[in-house]
C-alpha cells in the first residue's frame, strides 16, 4: 500500500502568497513528518507532529493532522522564493524502527 | 550545525562491481538509516541500525546489501555485485533518540551503474 501521497504534485505561486500541500496516507502513524529537498541536496526536516496532535506551528510553517481522515496539511505563509523546493511527507509507523515512509513530494515554485 | 556528510557525492561504477558509500552521521545520535531516491520516484527506505546491528530492513536491502559501522563515527554501506536498477541517490540519515524523532539526512551520493 502506498503511504504518504501529496498533492497537488506541482505547485506554482507568487512571492508573498500561501501555499498549501495535502498528504494522505494509509496506516496508523506514531507521527507525520515534513521534509524539504531543494535540488541536488539531502532531505531537511521541517516539522513533525504526533498522533495525538492536531494542529503545529514553526515560523511560517504551520501542520495540521487529521487522524481520523488520514491526512496532513502544511500550509506555508508569506511564501518567499526561497521556499522554492519539493516537500515531502513521511510517516513513521507505530512499532516501527523510525522508519520514514515517503510520498511522491509536491515541487513548489515561487516566483519573484 | 551539526551535519551528517556522505562521501562521495557521485560515483560511478561497473555493473557487477562492488561499492562501498560512506555516511558520517551526526556524532551524538544513536540511531542510523539509508533510504534510496531513484530519478522521479519516491524516497525509499532500506536499513535502520542501532547498537551496531540491523534494527529493520526492507524488500529492497536484499543479500547484496549491507551496513556496518567500523569505528565510532562512521556508517557505511556496501553494494556486493551492482546492478543497473542500484542507480539512484542514497541518502544516510541518523536521528539522536531512538525511533519517532526527527531525522537528519546528509546530501546523498548519486550512484551510477553503467
Known amino acids: 500500500s502506498q503511504q504518504g501521497e501529496e498533492d497537488p504534485q506541482a505547485l506554482s505561486i507568487q512571492e508573498g502568497e500561501n501555499a498549501t500541500m495535502n498528504c494522505s496516507y494509509k496506516t496508523s502513524i506514531n507521527n507525520l513528518q515534513w521534509y524539504r529537498q531543494n535540488s541536488g541536496r539531502g532531505l531537511v526536516h521541517l516539522i513533525l507532529?504526533?498522533?495525538?496532535?492536531r494542529e503545529k506551528h514553526s515560523g511560517r510553517l504551520r501542520v495540521t493532522l487529521d487522524t481520523s481522515k488520514k491526512s496532513s496539511s502544511l500550509l506555508i505563509t508569506a511564501s518567499r522564493a526561497a521556499d522554492t523546493a519539493s516537500y515531502f511527507c513521511?510517516?513513521?509507523?507505530?512499532?516501527?524502527?523510525?522508519?520514514?515512509?515517503f510520498g511522491q513530494g509536491t515541487t513548489l515554485q515561487v516566483k519573484p | 550545525e551539526p551535519e551528517v556528510t556522505q562521501t562521495p557525492s557521485h560515483q560511478v561504477t561497473q555493473m557487477g562491481q562492488e561499492v562501498i558509500l560512506r555516511c558520517v552521521p551526526i556524532s551524538n545520535h544513536l540511531y542510523f538509516y539509508w533510504y534510496r531516491q531513484i530519478l522521479g520516484q519516491k524516497v525509499e527506505f532500506l536499513v535502520s541500525f542501532y547498537n551496531n546491528e540491523i534494527s529493520e530492513k526492507s524488500e529492497i536491502f536484499d543479500d547484496q546489501f549491507s551496513v556496518e559501522r567500523p569505528d565510532g563515527s562512521n556508517f557505511t554501506l556496501k553494494i556486493r555485485s551492482t546492478k543497473l536498477e542500484d542507480s539512484a541517490m542514497y541518502f544516510c540519515a541518523s536521528s539522536l533518540q531512538g525511533q519517532h524523532q526527527p531525522q537528519h539526512f546528509g546530501d546523498g551520493t548519486r550512484l551510477s551503474i553503467l
Open positions: 513521511a510517516t513513521d509507523a507505530w512499532g516501527n524502527t523510525g522508519k520514514l515512509i
Open positions: 507532529i504526533r498522533s495525538n496532535e
